[in-house]
């Protein structure tokens, strides 16, 4: 470089440009006791390229050449000094000065980037709407809405007066929309969280209206307080689908795949009209209301709104008692997504080195833990005040609902799952043969599988005087033809309870750790075990919650499970309304006609 050029780059600092650096930021902690954390998982951090301006632009600096070697430099503002030009007023300073202010241009440039990302904000909250893509979808929850509409209408008409267990919580509704706080009745076993819910939404409409609460606390308004909620479970559902369908990894061999969210709206569409949840939502019953704040409260928790959270999910014990199952499953979940946040937890490590690693995690963030977790744990130590208060779990009646070790029910459930899940296991039948051939070369698993399943059968078998005495669930039916048709029946049923298993231990630990699933199954047994009673409504969060955490990119599947999910409600809801029976012996607790229901 000659003399020259090394003078004009030291006078002209235009001239000189900066190079691009990466700097990779992490934290000491990661970076340090972490040795697992890839280069990939650090944050790149870019500095901008500081553009120069023109000359004839930056600092009023004028370059002339005056031949090949030689350069002449001088200041066009002395040239511009020799014509000034005059203010209107005498000592005034040039509008010019108030706009080239630093101050001013800093103003300016602020002003127009936070337009700039405002537009941009705009244009991505339009594209994520994406309404040409999702209006179909809108249009079948707009139809099942108004067709559900109809079908409360038809309930009413065909069945004006409470059914089962309606009397008790209408009963008890109208009483607290009364302002008859201290009424309770004996045979109500769940907490007042439907009936509060209820008198809120009485007291809100009165005062709207003018009119009484007691005016809004007839059966036929209080069949659609579930219907509102069936719409906010929807929208709760999306935000769960939109949220966790972002951890999803491109699997072909194992039929997982990121989705969009109008298959996000499908999915939810889909559940919402899960045949259990359906039917429920068109009577007065705590099913749907548990439903809603469990789905609440877990859809704070992934959003990392974890007061919320905890309170959502206190409401919902409120609703049922064994929803403190969820509040511990929520809170376990924060833990688990931490710790996959952070890289530890790795998809192809085996089950024993997952569990290790999420144990010394856990020990060394110990206190940090305990303190993002405290809202879960005021609630579960609320919950065991209350136990320790009431004498256990069941309020009211406690007779009828005693904990046993009911195992098989956890292999119901898989055949519960299995024919509400149909088709997403006809199409796990081309990529299950990777998972079975890997449990083939481990016979230890099957046969510990098959071994347990065959002592909780022998064993553990429970019939509750319930399942065997009323006629007017499908259960007593499904347990008479089916399930307990010969003693070897479930026997012969245990291949299809282990096929399902198998599918459902490879999704899950796909899409997530194996510590998730690990959790998962713990809370479901926790919760389905000690059930005495067969009953279908008891796995109603579970099969959700499992559906949530796996969605369906296959819209061939999608369709077949929501043209299976509406056959199966107009043929309840028709059997409902249509097949009655009576009973020779009644009370004014169940009078005739009876009906058949869930």
């Known amino acids: ?9 030291l006078q002209n600092p235009s001239a000189r440009r900066l190079r691009s650096k990466r700097v990779y930021h992490s934290s000491s902690d990661d970076s340090i006791s972490n040795p697992r954390v890839r280069s990939t998982d650090r944050i790149p951090i870019t500095r901008s390229r500081v553009s120069s301006r023109s000359s004839s632009e930056d600092d009023g600096i004028t370059v002339r050449r005056k031949g090949p070697e030689h350069r002449r430099v001088r200041r066009s503002a002395e040239k511009t000094s020799r014509t000034p030009e005059r203010s209107p007023r005498k000592h005034a300073r040039s509008s010019s000065f108030v706009f080239d202010h ?19 904000i705009a244009r991505n909250t339009i594209s994520e709407l994406d309404l040409p893509a999702s209006s179909w ?26 059914y089962m267990d309606e ?28 009936y509060l819910l209820t008198a809120v939404i009485a007291h809100c409409a009165s005062a709207v209206t003018g009119k009484p609460n007691i005016h809004w606390c007839s059966l036929e308004k209080l069949r659609f307080v579930n219907i509102v909620m069936s719409v906010i479970i929807f929208v709760v559902m999306y935000t769960i689908f939109r949220k966790l369908s972002r951890r999803l990894k491109d699997d072909p061999g194992l039929g997982i795949q990121p989705i969009h969210r109008t298959c996000c709206m499908m999915n939810s569409l889909v559940l919402t009209c899960f045949p ?3 039917f429920y939502n068109l009577l007065y019953y705590t099913d749907v209301g548990s439903v809603l704040f469990v789905l609440a409260s877990y859809s704070c928790s992934i959003r990392n709104h974890h007061l919320k959270s ?27 997504r931490d710790i996959e946040n952070r890289g530890w937890l790795q998809q192809s490590d085996d089950f024993v080195s997952q569990m290790k690693i999420a144990v010394t ?61 149909l088709p997403h296991m006809v199409q796990r039948l081309r990529h299950s043969h990777l998972t079975v051939l890997y449990y083939v070369f481990k016979p230890v698993h099957v046969l510990l599988f098959f071994v347990s399943a065959v002592l909780a059968l022998y064993f553990f078998k429970y019939e509750h005087p319930y399942l065997l005495a009323d006629n007017r669930h499908y259960t007593f039916y499904v347990w008479r033809k089916i399930l307990n048709r010969t003693p070897y029946t479930m026997f012969y049923l245990l291949p299809v309870c282990f096929y399902t298993f198998l599918n459902i231990v490879a999704l899950l630990s796909t899409v997530h750790s194996k510590f998730f699933t690990l959790l998962y199954f713990l809370c479901v047994a926790t919760q389905i075990v000690p059930q005495g009673l067969l009953e279908f409504r008891y796995f109603i969060l579970p099969y959700l919650l499992y559906r949530l955490h796996v969605p369906q990119h296959s819209w061939v599947v999608l369709f077949l499970e929501l043209c299976q999910y509406t056959l199966i409600n107009l043929i309840t809801v028709k059997v409902f309304l249509n097949k009655t029976f009576d009973w020779d012996i009644t009370d004014h607790l169940t009078p005739n006609p009876q009906r058949f229901m869930w």
């Open 1 to 9: 470089m000659s003399s020259s050029d090394e003078a004009h780059r």
């Open 102 to 120: 630093p101050m001013v241009q800093h103003a300016r440039t602020s002003s127009y980037a936070m337009y700039q990302q405002s537009v941009d």
């Open 137 to 162: 979808c809108g249009f079948f929850a707009a139809a099942m809405l108004a067709v559900t509409l109809g079908e409360v209408v038809k309930i009413n008409n065909a069945q004006p007066t409470p």
């Open 167 to 194: 009397a008790f919580h209408v009963r008890q509704a109208q009483h607290y929309c009364a302002g008859n706080w201290t009424v309770w009745d004996k045979k109500i076993t769940t907490l007042p969280g439907l």
């Open 276 to 278: 259990l949840l359906y």
């Open 310 to 336: 905890a309170l959502l999910g206190a409401i919902s014990v409120l609703f049922r008692q064994t929803n403190i199952i969820w509040v511990g499953f929520t809170a376990g979940t924060v833990v688990i």
């Open 361 to 421: 995690v856990i020990l060394r963030y110990f206190w940090q833990y305990l303190l993002l977790l405290l809202p879960y744990l005021i609630v579960l130590a609320g919950f065991v005040v209350f136990i320790f208060v009431n004498g256990g779990i069941v309020v009211g009646d406690k007779s009828a609902h005693t904990a046993v070790l009911h195992f098989p029910q956890f292999l119901y459930f898989l055949l519960f799952l299995t024919a509400f899940s």
